[in-house]
């Protein structure tokens, strides 16, 4: 991997991902991670990479490794209500920017996954296409906002038995179509969402409910 803090000035750099953008069911999920430069050699040798190139296993591992290194770290959300109300898109912004100014040290400077600027943040940043392989603490933000975000979905899991979310994690497969499809949509699915466009099932509304992860 590529280290691009390692080139910039600023010594605290955050880099920020998200996870969840394309599902049709659920949260989209940020996280913010300011790691020391003299720990990339480290974080490296420890695995850290792109969260989609590591098995579920390997990214629980390294979530409190992650945590133990980082200078600080947070995760930001963006609920459903605020996805259909938005768009995705913006929504997804919105979650960056709560991840980074919820962080315990502002940094200097945030190296941001993906082609778009985060609106109205007042701290310097970088867009980086591919950031996951090009920045290690953005490769660490990919592993916790995954990590986070597979939580929640496994938990809403147990609610919603019909619609495979401990495979699917919220994504459109096949079987979770066929279950729209049967049974309807749940409070937590994304009705902006074409798939979704079909009326609500009669499942509880667990809009407002909390989980302690």
Request: hydrophobic share 45%.
């Amino acid at each position: 991997m590529t280290n691009y803090e390692l080139s910039q000035k600023e010594d605290m750099i955050a880099g920020v991902d998200e996870v969840g953008r394309g599902a049709l069911f659920g949260i989209v999920v940020a996280a913010a991670v300011i790691l020391p430069k003299t720990a990339a050699i480290d974080c490296q040798n420890l695995g850290i990479k792109d969260s989609k190139k590591l098995s579920a296993r390997s990214r629980e591992l390294l979530v409190p490794q992650i945590h133990q290194i980082a200078i600080a770290h947070n995760i930001g959300v963006a609920s459903v209500a605020e996805i259909d109300e938005l768009n995705i898109l913006q929504a997804t912004l919105l979650a960056m920017h709560r991840a980074i100014t919820g962080l315990s040290v502002l940094p200097e400077l945030c190296l941001v996954d993906g082609n778009k600027p985060i609106p109205n943040l007042d701290i310097p940043q970088q867009t980086l296409v591919k950031g996951e392989d090009l920045s290690i603490s953005i490769a660490a933000a990919s592993i916790l906002a995954k990590v986070w975000r597979d939580r929640i979905i496994s938990e809403l899991a147990n609610l919603y038995p019909d619609y495979h979310l401990a495979k699917n994690k919220g994504y459109g497969t096949a079987a979770h179509l066929l279950a729209i499809e049967k049974y309807g949509i749940t409070p937590e699915h994304r009705q902006s969402f074409s798939p979704c466009k079909i009326g609500y099932a009669r499942s509880p509304n667990l809009s407002t409910h909390r989980f302690a992860i």
